[in-house]
Structures are given as structure tokens and as C-alpha cells.
């Protein structure tokens, strides 16, 4: 088991930045490529990021491509998401994922363990 527990999120305005973090406990996070998820109201679970267990591959959604970025550090057990240039339509619960296994993946139903998420509300 893995243990997910995501912070950082809060109200900012449009083009603000933040950062969300994921700690993880549990297994060894080294073992697992990891994924930020987000989901606004009324939509699906949608992916944003992801990053290989390294830390030196990343994965990103279109959207958020030279605004976001993922990192981890495996000494923290930790992952991170930088949101710079923050828009209205990145309002979301954000939710950390782990993944067992070698590849870095886009597809929801590949990850194992999520954490309960942290909501993150933009105004424009």
C-alpha cells in the first residue's frame, strides 16, 4: 500500500502561480512513476503530468505544456507540481497518483494508489 497525501491548493487569481506537493508513505516511492490528475465540476478525471521514477522523463497534457511542471524528490518521498501562468480554466481538484511499474502513462485505470486531492480554485 501507498499512502497519498496532496497540499498546497487555495484561491489565487488568474495568472498566479502554486504549487501542490504529494507526500507519500508506504512502499518505496522510488518504485513508482507518479501522476498529477485533475477534475473540474461536472467533468472527468483528467490527466495533467507525469514523471518517471528517476525524476529525469516527464509526461505532460497539452494544456499545460510550458506552464506546469512536474518534479519529484525521492529523498522526500515527494512529488511536486509547478503551476505558473495560472488560468480560469485550471480550476480543479488535483489529485497525486502512483504507478507501479516502468512507463510513464496518461490512462487513469494504470495507476494504483490516489491520494483525496487538493482544490485548486482560479479567478479570472
Known amino acids: 500500500q501507498v499512502q497519498l497525501v496532496e497540499s498546497g491548493g487555495g484561491l489565487v487569481q488568474a495568472g498566479d502561480s502554486l504549487r501542490l506537493s504529494c507526500a507519500a508513505s508506504?512502499?518505496?516511492?522510488?518504485?513508482?512513476?507518479m501522476g498529477w490528475f485533475r477534475q473540474a465540476p461536472g467533468k472527468e478525471r483528467e490527466f495533467v503530468a507525469s514523471v518517471s521514477r528517476s525524476g529525469l522523463s516527464t509526461y505532460y497534457t497539452d494544456s499545460v505544456k510550458g506552464r506546469f511542471t512536474i518534479s519529484r524528490d525521492n529523498a522526500k518521498n515527494t512529488v511536486y507540481l509547478q503551476m505558473n501562468s495560472l488560468k480560469f480554466e485550471d480550476t480543479a481538484l488535483y489529485s497525486c497518483a502512483a504507478r507501479q511499474g516502468v512507463l510513464l502513462s496518461s490512462t487513469i485505470a494504470e495507476y494504483d494508489y490516489w491520494g483525496r486531492g487538493t482544490q485548486v480554485t482560479v479567478s479570472s
Open positions: 508506504g512502499r518505496t516511492f522510488s518504485n513508482y512513476v
